[in-house]
């Protein structure tokens, strides 16, 4: 099996488009946890990057606190 991941293994977080994916990892930023990405699709001819899916990874102990920042309305 094929690991990217090693010490980042929690997904907290998936999307399409880059204005949500920014959003998000300016929470995480924000609140000081480390974060990995791992994204797919990709630009097209039309350099779309809004059709680009990203999943973000937290450490395991960084899940609860991930979360946390994600999803507060601030």
Same mark, same amino acid.
């Given at each position: 099996?094929?690991?990217?991941? $090693?010490?980042?293994?929690?997904?907290?977080?998936?999307?399409?488009?880059? $204005? $949500?994916?920014?959003?998000?990892?300016?929470?995480?930023?924000?609140?000081?946890?480390?974060?990995? $990405?791992?994204?797919?699709?990709?630009?097209?001819?039309?350099?779309?990057? !809004?059709?680009?899916?990203?999943?973000?990874?937290?450490?395991? !102990?960084? !899940?609860?606190?991930?979360?946390?920042?994600?999803?507060?309305?601030?």
């Amino acid at each position: 099996m094929f690991r990217i991941f $090693t010490k980042y293994k929690k997904l907290v977080y998936s999307c399409v488009g880059h $204005t $949500t994916y920014f959003k998000v990892v300016g929470k995480l930023q924000g609140s000081g946890i480390p974060y990995r $990405t791992k994204s797919s699709g990709g630009f097209s001819d039309f350099n779309m990057p !809004e059709l680009i899916s990203y999943d973000i990874y937290v450490k395991r !102990e960084d !899940e609860g606190r991930a979360l946390q920042a994600i999803h507060d309305r601030r």
